[in-house]
């Protein structure tokens, strides 16, 4: 009986013993968000962090406030930045791990990107197929975007920008083994597409391909393409839209030269965010370009603004509007477009009916609800409308036009 107590005493002991010391970490992680202001933009990690919800005032919120609670926690709890850089020095010095749960470290220093929908397991042909009932939903919806703006006269374009890794499979680590009884997501979601649509969808992954041949279209450092992969996809873009939708664009003269300027790039930031020192920073590695355009070109002028912005272009465009919905790898192409067009809207994010309509009537209608209290002859006179997706987007995010 006396032993039992004992043991009974040490295991209550050790529990309070455990307790006091989370409940340490805890205080200490609090004062440490109090006093040190949280990275909005998700230092290492390329996407904004999750801000704390507004208390819920409708039952929807209410179902989705500790989701979304949780997801705040997990986001700004306090030396989170310091534990995940302690994490990755041990797992690279003690394991020889060259790869973090973000970034995949290839052969000749290439990194990968693997996450926003698992980008190098769709690859490998490992990743779940959507199902039937997805594909409708995702063509149903692309349809109607199609349908919406096309009934207005206005021409729409879907643009496909490709994961790194569908250009450079060569340099994955050779641990990786194919799958090659699969179709990929991305020829499972375009195959779907092409056949039970009529929406003009872009599809860049073979002309970056070719584009190999005659420059290095992504960095190693980064999963972004750049200015050489942005002049042949503008190219390819044109005689696209020009065979499918008969606008025709005159030609931009510019020139591309490569640099010797040349940063880390986001996969660095984000690879460990402990060494970048061990990675081989060689002449080869930066693959960027200057582009310079003929001085006949217009000097583009941008507004204030990160998510939602205009470009005008005073002298020498061609069309009137373009409306453009895009993720970040448009940020290389939008040189190019912009010299077309006296006024290119960007949209930092996914196309919706409300964020589209924002855009497309005039500002006035906008507190009755555009169409309600308008018509056709509100609109602001638009040329094309672009929505552009990355890869990893299309295989991971339904298209939602709503």
């Given at each position: 009986m006396h032993h039992?107590?004992i ?6 002991y ?5 307790l006091?010391?989370?409940c340490l ?6 004062v ?12 290492g ?7 704390i919800?507004?208390f ?16 705040y926690?997990?986001d700004?709890?306090?030396?989170r ?9 041990i ?10 749960s973000n ?11 693997n996450?926003?929908?698992n ?27 199609h349908?919406?703006i096309?009934?207005?006269g ?10 790194k890794i569908s ?5 994955l680590?050779d ?5 090659k009884h699969?179709?990929?997501n ?13 929406v003009?969808?872009?599809?860049l992954?073979e ?8 420059c290095?279209?992504?960095g190693q450092f980064?999963?972004h ?6 002049s042949?996809?503008y ?12 606008i ?8 591309l ?9 986001d996969l ?19 693959f960027r ?10 000097n583009p ?6 998510w ?18 895009h993720d970040?790898?448009?940020?290389q ?14 949209v ?9 309509q ?6 006035e ?5 555009y ?9 602001l ?17 339904g298209?939602?036009?709503?």
């Open positions: 039992s107590f043991l009974d005493f040490k295991r209550t050790y529990k309070y013993i455990y006091i010391i989370i970490f805890l205080g200490v992680c609090k440490y968000l109090i006093l040190e202001e949280v990275d909005k933009y998700g230092s990690e390329n996407r904004l962090m999750s801000t919800p507004n819920p005032l409708n039952k929807k919120e209410y179902l989705n406030f500790s989701n979304n609670f949780d997801e926690l997990k700004n709890i306090g030396l930045s310091n534990l995940i850089h302690y994490y990755n020095q797992n690279h010095y003690i394991f020889k791990n060259m790869s973090t970034i995949v470290r290839g052969k000749n220093d290439f990194l990968f990107l996450q926003d929908g980008s190098i397991s769709d690859h490998l042909g490992y990743s779940k197929h959507r199902t039937e009932l997805e594909l409708e939903q995702f063509a149903k919806r692309i349809q109607e975007t349908d919406y096309e009934s207005k206005i021409p729409y374009v879907f643009i496909l920008a490709p994961n250009i450079y499979p060569e340099n680590p641990k990786f083994i194919y799958n699969r179709i990929h991305t020829d499972q979601l375009l195959n779907y597409l092409k056949a039970n649509t009529n003009t969808i872009i599809d992954r002309i970056m391909i070719e584009t190999k041949k005659i290095k279209p992504y980064d999963s393409w750049n200015e050489c992969a942005a042949a996809a190219k390819y873009i044109i005689d696209y839209i020009d065979i499918k939708k008969k025709k664009f005159n030609k931009i003269n510019y020139s030269t490569l640099t010797k300027n040349c940063d880390w790039g660095v930031r984000m690879y460990t965010k402990v060494l970048p020192g061990t990675l081989h920073r060689i002449r080869d590695g930066c370009y200057n582009t310079k355009f003929a001085s006949k070109s217009c002028k941008r507004s204030k603004g990160r939602f912005f205009t470009i005008t272009c005073d002298k020498n465009y061609q069309y009137k509007k373009a409306i453009i919905f970040s790898f448009f940020s192409l939008a040189p190019f477009f912009n010299r077309s067009f006296n006024n290119s809207s960007y930092l994010n996914r196309l919706t009916k409300g964020r589209l924002k855009e497309l009537f005039k500002k209608l906008e507190a009755c609800g169409e309600a209290c308008g018509s056709n002859n509100a609109i006179p638009t040329d094309l409308v672009i929505e552009q997706w990355v890869e990893r987007y299309f295989n991971s995010k298209h939602a036009f709503r």
